[in-house]
């Protein structure tokens, strides 16, 4: 039996505060025809006998808008619709293809390329249709703000600052030309059926193009990023989420973020350095807001949707930096953050250890070492004052017990080092999925090596080379999965320069420093930077 | 199998970091909802980050080709934060709309002579996505040599990516007329293309944060 969303229904809203009723009570008055019958298929649910779809949760464009300006509209298969090449007869016009609920066809039957899809080819994208099947009346909007990189005979293809590009195919009446930068819901041509002299159905076939870590620059699922943006257009909204920027210092980053309206689930932060949401230029890092925080249990009503991170390691180079933050549930609008922006400047202090050295970009890339987060600049002599230990292996490679599941090591150097925690899993960007099971026996032949530190620390040196700050290899005694800190005496020196937290210095030289003051410091409050977080 | 402390992750990883005080600006007190889910069907579960680029040498600039760039695609390459590749064919390479923008280029290209019918997209991001349990993938095609790539067909427009210089690649072909034209009947001439683009320069300036 299919399953089915009906994920809308705010009119059935109860327990609201009054402010909150009202406003519903309005966008409910505001929503149009067709809003409260919307629901959809489940993604990877395609049409029967139209191939495999992918089962995937991700919003991949999480703020983008509707493509077309007014809805209602319909997302489903024109190949496998009325009046398609393998549908069911009739034609394109057929009210069957103007109703709900969608269906995905993301990975549809084709014969192409798509490392995302179960059969490893199938269709880039989603197709939608607009409220009837005339051409050239329903206008196409730009989903989100962007660039027009390109204009071809059938398609626009518009690129976001965080390289993210949206598609649109088959389209009429274009309103722009290339270079053009344009604004989420800007009017830029015509739903129609231009297929370069051999039309198509009337449909927006829509595209989302990512560069996707570990895979590349490739077609991520559109649906639910469609779902997500037709809620919002058909007025299926709630309240703007909330939240405060409530510290940044030199030590972290933390505040909250809520949608009160459905606490149910955490909602994303997302920071912005030295730029805002929308400029065009800036990214965004989102940062998964999840964390417990006892006085939001009483002020919201839930507990578990603050958020926490170290500072990037590229911006602690004594300047003055901004932080905007903002909150996201996946609505077009980004709220931000009560409290945002604030300022920050801070300074370095080099960690002891040894230097390894990152053999190249795909080294790095594998380690999945951010060049925001985990990567600083210093001198040369800087790092000439750190002993040389053996070059960073190509990969992480990651085992896990068997007869454990939470004991997660990284092999190196033919040695096996314990993760402590999952913090400093998280800290290391380690997807503990893709780790390979290994056997107790078989890890008992393997030689202890140090644990992990807490967070990596890459020195990217003026002659370009990058190096990791680790340990000397030298065993130790593993801790406990659930220890605080997890690391060793001499790892994770990243300090603040001074007590005050924004004070700027690049001490540099001090190869075995590791401040008293500072151990306390992280010790108490977890200053550890969690890439993890950022999600 | 999924360690125990996964949930930790999600749960109360940075439990440690959270502040028992409270906050500078305290929340509004306001009552919980209990509406069902509305737009947001799940966490998102990503990362972004910002590509550190690796440059080829300045003496790999192909001036061959970038002299066939217009004056002012020039400028704009020495602005790229990226290494510029382009197609070095003339009929394309003289055609070139360049846009530049701080963590992406695009080559916009509408062919003429023996390319006219055509729309050549080029471009390249330093800006990756990371998604949970999202697992490593190599294209199975190769291109420029031996770096694997995904070449594939969208709605007749044919595509080929791959990652080099540390940043990945996009290169499209786009036939004012798919069925008609053999360019775009199959992945040769996209391949092509892609074996063929020509490192014209950039700012060749240490790139990555922000």
């Not at chain 1, 007014?70 to 016009?93: E, I, K, L, M, Y």
């Not at chain 2, 509305?38 to 061959?64: L, N, Q, T």
């Amino acid at each position: 039996m299919k399953r089915r969303f009906h994920p809308g229904r705010v009119a059935r809203a109860v327990a609201l505060s009054a402010g909150a009723t009202a406003t519903l009570a309005v966008l409910g008055l505001a929503r149009p025809a067709f809003s409260d019958d919307f629901s959809y298929d489940p993604p990877g649910q395609l049409v029967p006998g139209s191939g495999s779809g992918r089962v995937d949760q991700n919003v991949y464009a999480p703020n983008m808008r509707y493509p077309m300006e007014t809805g209602p509209a319909f997302a489903n298969s024109q190949v496998w619709g009325h009046g398609g090449s393998q549908g069911p007869g009739g034609d394109q016009c057929d009210a069957a293809n103007f109703s709900y609920p969608w269906h995905d066809n993301y990975c549809e039957t084709r014969d192409y390329d798509m490392p995302l899809c179960p059969a490893g080819v199938g269709h880039q994208g989603q197709d939608t249709r607009a409220a009837d099947c005339v051409k050239n009346v329903h206008w196409v909007v730009a989903a989100e703000s962007g660039t027009v990189t390109s204009i071809g005979s059938y398609s626009v293809y518009i690129t976001a600052a965080d390289g993210t590009r949206y598609d649109y195919l088959h389209m009429g009446s274009l309103q722009i030309a290339v270079g053009d930068e344009v604004t989420k819901g800007q009017r830029i041509g015509k739903v129609s059926n231009e297929f370069g002299g051999t039309p198509t159905t009337v449909h927006l076939h829509f595209n989302l193009r990512q560069d996707v870590d570990g895979v590349g620059n490739v077609y991520v699922p559109p649906y639910l990023s469609l779902v997500t943006a037709y809620q919002t257009l058909m007025g299926l909204t709630l309240n703007p989420p909330e939240g405060s920027l409530d510290e940044v210092s030199c030590a972290v980053i933390s505040g909250w973020a809520a949608s009160l309206d459905d606490t149910s689930v955490p909602i994303e932060a997302r920071l912005y350095f030295d730029g805002k949401a929308g400029d065009g230029k800036t990214v965004g890092h989102p940062i998964l807001a999840d964390e417990s925080r006892d006085d939001l249990c009483s002020a919201i009503g839930s507990c578990d949707h603050a958020f926490s991170v170290g500072l990037p390691l590229s911006l602690l180079d004594g300047v003055e930096h901004t932080v905007k933050a903002y909150a996201s549930d996946g609505s077009p609008d980004l709220s931000e953050l009560g409290g945002s922006p604030k300022t920050f400047t801070c300074g370095f202090e080099l960690p002891g250890g040894v230097r390894r050295k990152v053999k190249d970009v795909d080294a790095e890339n594998a380690w999945r070492f951010s060049a925001v987060w985990d990567e600083i600049s210093v001198s040369d002599g800087i790092v000439a004052t750190l002993p040389e230990g053996a070059d960073l292996e190509d990969a992480p490679a990651l085992v896990v017990s068997t007869s454990d599941a939470s004991v997660l090591y990284i092999l190196d150097q033919g040695k096996k080092r314990l993760v402590p925690d999952a913090k400093t899993a998280l800290a290391w960007d380690f997807d503990v999925d893709l780790a390979t099971p290994m056997d107790d026996d078989a890890l008992a032949q393997l030689p202890d090596g140090p644990v992990m530190r807490p967070r990596p620390v890459v020195l990217l040196a003026d002659s370009g080379d990058l190096w990791l700050v680790d340990d000397a290899d030298s065993p130790v005694v593993p801790v406990g999965v659930t220890s605080a800190a997890g690391g060793d005496d001499d790892g994770d020196a990243l300090t603040p320069s001074s007590g005050d937290g924004c004070s700027c210095s690049m001490p540099g030289s001090d190869a075995g420093g590791y401040p008293l003051a500072w151990a306390l410091a992280a010790s108490a409050v977890g200053l550890i930077a969690l890439r993890r977080r950022r999600r | 199998m999924k360690p125990a402390w996964l949930p930790f992750f999600f749960g109360v990883a940075l439990g440690g970091a959270a502040c028992d005080a409270a906050p500078d600006s305290a929340p509004v007190s306001k009552a919980a909802g209990e509406l069902p889910a509305r737009s947001r069907v799940v966490p998102i579960e990503k990362a972004i980050d910002v590509r550190r680029v690796s440059w080829p040498r300045v003496d790999e600039v192909d001036d061959g080709v970038a002299q066939n760039l217009s004056a002012d695609v020039r400028q704009a390459v020495a602005r790229s934060s990226l290494p510029v590749l382009v197609p070095r064919a003339l009929g394309l390479v003289d055609r070139t709309v360049l846009i530049v923008r701080d963590n992406f280029y695009a080559a916009s290209i509408h062919g003429s002579d023996d390319y006219a019918g055509l729309t050549v997209n080029v471009s390249a991001t330093r800006v990756t996505h990371r998604y949970r349990g999202m697992p490593n993938v190599k294209g199975r095609d190769r291109v420029r040599g031996d770096r694997p790539a995904f070449v594939t067909s969208n709605e007749g427009i044919w595509s080929a990516t791959w990652i080099e210089n540390g940043v990945s690649y996009v290169v499209e072909v786009e036939c004012a007329h798919p069925s008609e034209d053999a360019r775009c009947a199959d992945s040769t001439f996209v391949e092509r293309l892609a074996d063929e683009l020509a490192f014209v320069g950039g700012s060749f300036a240490e790139g990555g944060a922000q």
